[in-house]
């Protein structure tokens, strides 16, 4: 009871400020839109270059933690996709989007904070080392799955063009690139520049999470119901669950398995809809699915973190 009191509520409340501040009309749509621009666009990938820029590359990126990870989230995808295909009979364009939802946990807006509180901010070195290559990782196995798909009979040449072109044009997977080459150079950052970095980035996570309330009261939950269902279960158990059963296959160091598990257990994150919006494919499912796993990644949050003490 502890750990939600202490560090789930305090991150799902600022989420609630957010989505009454909006039900009210105390802050309009258009506002929410702008924060949700600016710390998408700015804040968070400032707060991942730097992040990135200072990791000891050598003891951060443990290839079971990645392995684990990523091989857990492959899975949920292709169990999203087949699933909507099998059980529900979707369009196989729907089903690429139906299973980025259950692809994509919300690493950064959901993760980083209950990680933090949990377990404090020396221990976030799993949680940026699966940051590093969350977006590319699964924007590049959706676009890629979603352009053979949809293009079926284009060049190979052509589909690449496709999935590069979407890919380097996320200022997340920018930032991220950013704090590789700067770590690779060792080039220092100047004070001045870090320090205005810093400042930026002290107002990404609770101005993200603040407007993620706001983004979520505009998508009610409407039919698909069963479908949003196994979204949510995939995304918030089945997903921990694998992460668990790899990195205790593979002996993670205990501080890296808690980073992968709990990165695992988070809901999808806002991206799911924003891929699905991008292909105008199953928008309804994803805007819902983010909606309610959002919401009841309080009490399934609360579980993981019980669960790994």
């Not at 699933?83 to 993760?111: H, M, Q």
């Not at 990644?297 to 973190?305: K, Q, Y």
Request: charged content about 10%; aromatic content about 12%; hydrophobic content about 55%.
């Amino acid at each position: 009871m502890q750990s939600l009191l202490d560090v789930i509520l305090p991150v799902f409340l600022v989420i609630g400020f957010g989505y009454v501040a909006v039900w009210r009309g105390y802050f309009p749509v258009s506002g929410i839109d702008g924060v949700m621009r600016f710390t998408q666009n700015f804040a968070i990938p400032c707060l991942l270059f730097q992040a990135i820029a200072k990791l000891d590359l050598s003891a951060s990126f443990d290839p079971r933690l990645l392995g684990s990870f990523y091989a857990g989230a492959a899975i949920c995808f292709a169990l999203g996709l087949f699933g909507a295909r099998l059980f529900f009979g979707r369009p196989w364009e729907d089903c690429v989007a139906i299973g980025f939802c259950c692809l994509f946990s919300n690493s950064v807006l959901l993760g980083l904070p209950i990680s933090e509180r949990a377990y404090g901010p020396d221990a976030l070195t799993g949680n940026y080392a699966i940051i590093a290559f969350h977006s590319p990782f699964c924007y590049g196995l959706g676009i890629t799955v979603m352009e053979v798909v949809k293009n079926r009979r284009q060049s190979l040449v052509t589909l690449l063009r496709s999935v590069s072109r979407a890919m380097f044009r996320n200022a997340l997977v920018i930032g991220i690139l950013a704090g590789f080459a700067a770590n690779a150079t060792g080039l220092p950052i100047p004070g001045v520049v870090d320090d205005a970095l810093s400042l930026i980035v002290r107002a990404a996570l609770p101005a993200a999470l603040f407007a993620l309330g706001g983004v979520l009261i505009q998508y009610r939950p409407e039919g698909d119901m069963k479908t949003i269902a196994m979204v949510c279960v995939i995304a918030l158990l089945i997903h921990p669950a694998l992460v668990w059963s790899f990195g205790t296959a593979v002996a993670l160091p205990q501080d890296l398995f808690r980073a992968g598990v709990l990165t695992a257990a988070m809901a999808p994150g806002f991206n799911a809809y924003i891929f699905a919006n991008m292909y105008g494919r199953a928008r309804r499912v994803a805007a819902s699915a983010v909606l309610i796993a959002t919401g009841s990644s309080v009490l399934t949050a609360w579980f993981w973190l019980e669960v790994l003490k």
